[in-house]
């Protein structure tokens, strides 16, 4: 089974600046068709998960443009360009190569 | 747009079975090509996928829970269930079921989620 991994597990951001987030796959996530199968995910408090990101670096419906991801392989990176108060979350990576998929442990976001 | 809810018992007794529905509305479960998962979440850990069945039949789990769960679609009520036998204390969680259908279950895993359930095992 591929296993992820993801840090750092807690970040205290400033609103206006920009935030990293880090995944990592012990597989790689390159299919054949060139796309790697990784999504992004985020549980704002009290809410669901949300679909942020699908094949590394395509931005779902309705997901502001301060969202981007980028990576290749086994590492990957979720940029938010400019942090606003209502992107307090937890952040998940989750791999699609195959069954069973499996989620990151999750980047804690929070406001300095 | 299709919208997921969960329902079923809050609190199941140690060995016994957990029983929970997810009901669609806004879409069909056996129309166009769609998949239809469960996902937990206990306390303060990582979410977990616990499998899917796809509109075409195609059933698949997480091999670590695979012995003790089923997932079923039931087109006439427009729904699909999850049960998981023989539970202990580590199966307390929120379970979510979650759904893609059409041209984004070609990219991704899902983009529509139920609000969730909170499931406790206890006697």
């Known amino acids: 089974d591929i296993e992820m991994t993801q840090s750092p597990l807690s970040l205290p951001v400033t609103p206006g600046e920009p935030a990293s987030l880090s995944c990592r796959s012990s597989?790689?996530?390159?299919?054949?068709?060139?796309?790697?199968?990784l999504d992004w995910y985020v549980q704002r408090p009290g809410q669901s998960p949300q679909l942020l990101i699908y094949?590394?670096?395509n931005r779902a419906s309705g997901v502001p443009d301060r969202f981007s991801g980028t990576g290749s392989g086994t590492d990957f990176t979720l940029k938010i360009s400019r942090v606003e108060a209502e992107d307090v979350g937890v952040y998940y990576c989750?791999?699609?190569?195959?069954?069973?998929?499996?989620f990151g442990p999750g980047t804690k976001v929070d406001i300095k | 747009q299709v919208q997921l809810q969960e329902s079923g018992p809050g609190l199941v007794t140690p060995s016994q079975t957990l029983s929970l529905t997810c009901t669609v509305s806004?879409?069909?479960?056996?129309?166009?090509?769609?998949?239809w998962h469960w996902i937990r979440q206990p306390a303060g850990k990582r979410l977990e996928w616990i499998g899917r069945?796809?509109?075409?039949?195609?059933?698949e789990y997480n091999p670590s829970l695979k012995s003790r769960v089923a997932i079923s679609v039931d087109t006439s009520k427009n729904q699909f269930s999850l049960i998981l036998s023989s539970v202990t204390a580590a199966d307390t969680a929120m379970y979510y079921c979650?759904?893609?259908?059409?041209?984004?279950?070609?990219?991704?895993?899902?983009?529509?989620w139920g609000h969730g359930t909170m499931v406790t095992v206890s006697s």
């Open positions: 979650a759904s893609v259908c059409g041209e984004m279950s070609y990219v991704a895993a899902f983009d529509v």
């Open positions: 806004g879409g069909s479960v056996s129309g166009g090509r769609c998949f």
């Open positions: 094949l590394a670096s």
């Open positions: 597989q790689s996530l390159l299919n054949r068709n060139g796309n790697n199968n």
């Open positions: 069945a796809y509109t075409g039949g195609t059933i």
């Open positions: 989750m791999h699609t190569r195959h069954t069973p998929f499996a």
